[in-house]
């Protein structure tokens, strides 16, 4: 009879499991320049939420109990976008694109403000998908402010401040800012931006690339608008939100990015609803498990686009929960309003002035970030939710 195989002790199980998830992080995020950008996002999000909270109590500050939501919003996804090698160019980039974000945000307000008849609030947020797609022509910097101000009109519309807030919009800026750089100052040469090519020219027509790309959000995003009012989504912005991220520099990329948001979203969310009791009963674990998601998501973001947006679509659910919102169909709703901004921006980008490139040497995933749309509920542990955040 053949001698069974020694069966192996449990920590050489342990051991060998730990060397598979060591090699696995190395090859998504050589060097672990990534994860420390990853640590340094989360840092910035809780700088801002502590530094709103402090002013909140110690100034009366008009509609202060929103400060930390929009600081906190506005230093995570400046951090980003910046993707700059030297502490110099990342300080003053890091400046801009907080400013851009409360820019957005007061365009947002002035918008809903100004004239006898009222806006549709969705309609601002057009303006700012066009500009998430057109100012890529700028480069990274272009693109983030791009980003930057749909992301101020987004937080803006999830938290209903109106033109009585200017000033807090502004503060908000400023605690971002301070928020954001500290840790870049603090992690110095430790991180190194992903390279990024030169573009592939493009072939043909009248308008530029970026143009295209701006045209084809902004019907995608109209679009949803109109298919809002016919099937009352219960969180347009999150169609809006993914219509808006997954215009590429040409129609197969678009696709592609579509499958890969839908497939990290069909997995995200289920995880997350999974975790709703650890959410609702254990919050610091909860606050735990999304932090190390948004570091799985700053990992990936450059190279694994679909486990970018699994990690952030786990991230919005269990904040979500925290929160108080642990409805389980309009946590789901995350999942088929993807789906349905998914599906038409690859319709705008084969149908809009459609782009005949096949490939593109220059990623869009470093540069077209995830965005995120918040509950109307302005509670700063809401904050972490698309969406790509």
């Known amino acids: 009879m053949t001698e069974a195989a020694p069966k192996q002790p449990l920590y050489v199980d342990r051991l060998t499991m730990t060397r598979r998830i060591a090699s696995w992080l190395e090859k998504l995020d050589p060097g672990v320049h990534r994860r420390i950008k990853g640590l340094r996002l989360v840092t910035a999000y809780g700088i801002a939420v502590m530094l709103g909270i402090v002013l909140q109590r110690s100034y009366a500050i008009s509609g202060g109990s ?6 906190a919003g506005f230093a995570l996804w400046a ?12 300080t003053r980039d890091l400046a801009i694109l907080n400013a851009a974000a409360a820019v957005g945000a007061l365009i947002y307000v002035g918008a809903l403000s100004v004239g006898p008849v009222r806006v549709n609030p969705e309609w601002v ?22 980003s930057q ?33 500290v840790p870049r100052v603090l992690s110095g040469p430790a991180e190194h931006p992903t390279p990024i090519g030169p573009e592939a020219p493009l072939r043909g ?17 109209l679009t949803i608008v109109f298919v809002n009012g016919f ?13 808006t991220y997954v215009i590429a520099g040409s129609a197969i990329g678009t696709a592609d990015r579509v499958r890969r ?22 919050p610091p674990l909860a606050w735990l498990l999304a932090a190390l998601a948004m570091v799985i998501y700053s990992m990936a973001l450059p190279d694994r686009y679909d486990i970018a947006c699994g990690a952030y679509a786990f991230t919005l659910i269990v904040t979500l929960a925290i929160s108080g919102e642990t409805s389980i169909s309009v946590l789901a709703a995350r999942t088929w309003e993807t789906l349905i901004g998914g599906a038409l921006g690859v319709i705008a980008a084969k149908v809009i002035m459609p782009l005949s490139l096949t490939t593109s040497s220059c990623p869009d995933a470093p540069t077209a970030r995830l965005a995120f749309a918040q509950e109307k509920t302005p509670r ?3 904050q972490l939710r698309d969406s790509s955040r």
């Open 380 to 382: 700063p542990e809401a």
């Open 125 to 146: 947020l057009v303006l700012g998908a066009f500009l998430v797609g057109y100012l890529k022509r700028f480069g990274i910097l272009g693109a983030g402010i791009g």
């Open 205 to 221: 027509g009248l308008a530029s690339r970026e143009m295209r790309m701006g045209l084809q959000s902004a019907v995608a995003a």
């Open 79 to 90: 951090s980003v976008s910046e993707g700059q090698a030297t502490r110099g160019s990342s």
């Open 66 to 71: 929103k400060l930390s939501y929009l600081a």
């Open 231 to 243: 099937l009352h989504l219960q969180q347009s912005a999150w169609a809006i939100t993914a219509s």
């Open 261 to 282: 948001r839908i497939w990290g979203t069909l997995v995200g969310v289920p995880i997350g609803i999974a975790c709703l009791p650890i959410a609702v009963h254990v």
């Open 149 to 181: 101000i749909y992301i101020g009109q987004l937080l803006a519309y999830s938290t209903g401040i109106t033109r009585h807030n200017f000033k807090m919009i502004a503060l908000a800026g400023l605690i971002a800012a301070v928020a954001s750089i």
